[in-house]
């Protein structure tokens, strides 16, 4: 079973140039995250999906978009990478919320993807 | 804006030692409080907490919520060398078509022989 897979692990990229994470879950969830990780900053939102068709933006969305491109699948892109965005980023899922007495339920993650922007 | 504050940032103890990790939180429509622990990579869930004052334990680690004081607590009982990692504390909120997590900058704990 394999969960929440993300690719590429690592990249490395020139400022200006774009990229696109991949991520796909097998957990048939409906909601899927994008956060990123950063020495003393914590995991911090970028964008999430809480289900098909839909993307919100989370605690910093600037500099990125995303996709989810069916149920299982969503992708996040860089159109102009930037040395600020050098970051290990995460994909994660979750099973949706069903009514206003579930409480929020774990994250799945990914194992992460590593990209530097020189 | 969400915010939760993990402290200490980082804990340093002999293996044996017990060790208490600090979560506060301010947040608009708390659902739940989990903890995970990281290593090299992925987060790992430890518990998700959502009434006050009840204790989940699982092995040596156990934590417990005060929703009124707004901080959870995680304990870990007689460390050991494997328990070196960030501890990480999130929040879930609901937002009306999502839930999502808001996460504390973590605690960074080693244990030593």
């Known amino acids: 079973n394999a969960g929440v897979t993300q690719t590429p692990k690592f990249q490395v990229l020139k400022t200006g140039q774009s990229m696109t994470l991949q991520c796909a879950q097998d957990?048939?969830?409906?909601?899927m995250y994008w956060y990123r990780q950063d020495p003393g900053m914590g995991l911090r939102l970028i964008y999430y999906?809480?289900?098909?068709?839909?993307?919100d933006k989370g605690e910093v969305p600037n500099g990125y978009n995303v996709s989810r491109l069916n149920k299982r699948e969503f992708s996040l892109r860089l159109e102009s990478a930037a040395p600020s965005q050098t970051s290990v980023y995460f994909c994660?899922?979750?099973?949706?919320?069903?009514?206003?007495?579930?409480?929020?339920?774990?994250?799945?993650f990914g194992e992460g993807s590593r990209l530097t922007v020189l | 804006e969400d915010k939760v504050v993990q402290s200490p940032l980082s804990l340093v103890v002999h293996e044996g030692d017990t060790v208490t990790l600090n979560c506060s939180y301010e947040?608009?429509?708390?659902?739940?409080l989990l903890w995970y622990k990281q290593e090299k990579k992925a987060p790992t869930f430890l518990f998700m907490l959502t009434s006050s004052g009840i204790e989940k334990k699982s092995g040596r680690l156990s934590s417990i919520l005060d929703k009124k004081e707004l901080f959870s607590i995680l304990n870990i009982t007689a460390t050991q060398t494997g328990d070196s990692a960030v501890y990480l504390c999130?929040?879930?909120?609901?937002?009306?078509?999502?839930?999502?997590?808001?996460f504390g900058t973590g605690t960074r704990l080693q244990v030593t022989l």
């Open positions: 999130a929040v879930g909120t609901n937002t009306g078509t999502a839930s999502k997590l808001t």
């Open positions: 957990m048939n969830h409906n909601s």
């Open positions: 994660a899922s979750s099973e949706r919320r069903v009514s206003a007495r579930k409480p929020t339920g774990e994250l799945f």
């Open positions: 947040v608009t429509n708390f659902r739940s």
């Open positions: 999906s809480a289900s098909e068709g839909t993307t």
